[in-house]
């Protein structure tokens, strides 16, 4: 089993930044790729994210490419994603997730979520 636990979500107005972790416990979380993940009201979870077991290949959703950044601390157990120049679209509870690859179908664990609001 892996525990992931995300935090740094919050209040912010458009244009400003905010840096999302997710904290891994149980196995060794250097043998997961992860990813982050987000739901807006009324909407399907998309994928935001996605980085590699040792963090050389990275993936974006298209609404997120040149804002977002995703990265990893292997000796921290912890991915970040850092928000840039949010936009009010942006809002959405986000969550973190981990898979055997990057190449995997399915994502085997998932966080609770945190809630980030960006306001216009």
């Known amino acids: 089993q892996v525990q992931l636990v995300e935090s740094g979500g919050g209040l912010v107005q458009a244009g400003g930044s905010l840096r999302l972790s997710c904290a891994a416990s149980?196995?060794?979380?250097?043998?997961?790729?992860m990813g982050w993940f987000r739901q807006a009201p009324g909407k399907e979870r998309e994928s935001v994210a996605a980085?590699?077991?040792?963090?050389?290949?990275?993936d974006y959703a298209d609404s997120v490419k040149g804002r977002f950044t995703i990265s990893r601390d292997n000796a921290r157990n912890t991915v970040y994603l850092q928000m840039n120049s949010l936009k009010p679209e942006d809002t959405a509870v986000y969550t973190c997730?981990?898979?055997?690859?990057?190449?995997?179908?399915?994502?085997?664990?998932w966080g609770q979520g945190t809630q980030v609001t960006v306001s216009s």
């Open positions: 149980g196995r060794t979380f250097s043998n997961y790729a």
């Open positions: 997730a981990a898979r055997r690859t990057i190449y995997s179908s399915n994502y085997d664990y």
């Open positions: 980085i590699s077991r040792s963090g050389d290949r990275l």
